[in-house]
């Protein structure tokens, strides 16, 4: 069964820091993986994804994650955090036609 | 965005009473989702639909039903309502399912006493 542990529930940064959030994924194969962003009080949006093709994958808002299918890991990172980036991050996971979501993490920018 | 809308919005209901959420899209997707969240949970999959009257179980789906007699309209309804089912809902719609990008709506909190 597909699973994904997001490694921090909360993450603080400076602004201007470089943001680093940890997902590992357990299949036995290489799934689909997504980040996605929700801000306060609202809906869900993609942040990017990853499908088997480059294992660099770049996404919006200057966010990008590696695949690294020998640590089965997914992390998402960012050069230089802005205030704007205050959200919560959920890595996920592809399951057939199901989305497999993990717990989250909270990131705060201190200004 | 996505042409997703969720209604109600905010709902407070008392244990025990029938509740119905309604997902509404424009998009004329064939899949629809429902999720719940809570706290340290993420987003859990409570059905889905891949089409009209084609729908299946997601991993919490105990206490709850759906109905999809249309394309643009997909129904949760919370037969007996409990105070574990006190979250926020969410609608989600997809071209393809699979690993295509599902699209969120607003969500709809409902609050049961």
């Known amino acids: 069964a597909q699973s994904v542990t997001q490694l921090d529930s909360h993450v603080s940064v400076s602004e201007g820091t470089p943001v680093l959030l940890r997902c590992n994924y357990s299949?036995?194969?290489?799934?689909?993986l997504f980040w996605y962003v929700q801000h306060p009080n609202k809906g869900l949006q993609l942040l990017l994804k990853?499908?088997?093709?480059?294992?660099l994958v770049k996404g919006i808002n200057g966010f990008e994650a590696e695949f690294k299918k020998s640590e089965t890991s997914f992390h998402l990172t960012k050069p230089s955090a802005h205030m704007s980036d205050a959200a919560e991050y959920f890595c996920?996971?592809?399951?057939?036609?199901?989305?497999?979501f993990g717990a989250g993490t909270i990131l705060r920018v201190k200004s | 965005d996505a042409g997703i809308t969720q209604s109600p919005r905010h709902k407070v209901t008392e244990t025990g009473t029938p509740v119905t959420l309604r997902c509404h899209q424009t998009?004329?997707?064939?899949?629809m989702y429902w999720y719940r969240q809570d706290p340290g949970h993420g987003l859990r999959l409570i059905h889905y639909?891949?089409?009209?009257?084609?729908?299946d179980k997601g991993e919490v789906s105990d206490g709850y039903s759906v109905s999809r007699s249309k394309t643009e309209d997909f129904l949760l309804t919370l037969e007996s309502a409990t105070s574990s089912q006190t979250s926020v809902y969410f609608c989600?719609?997809?071209?393809?399912?699979?690993?295509?990008?599902?699209?969120f709506g607003p969500g709809t909190r409902l609050t049961v006493l």
């Open positions: 299949s036995s194969y290489s799934p689909s």
């Open positions: 639909s891949y089409g009209v009257k084609d729908t």
């Open positions: 990853y499908t088997s093709a480059a294992t």
């Open positions: 989600a719609i997809s071209a393809t399912g699979g690993d295509n990008e599902q699209f």
């Open positions: 998009e004329n997707h064939r899949y």
């Open positions: 996920v996971a592809q399951n057939g036609n199901k989305l497999v």
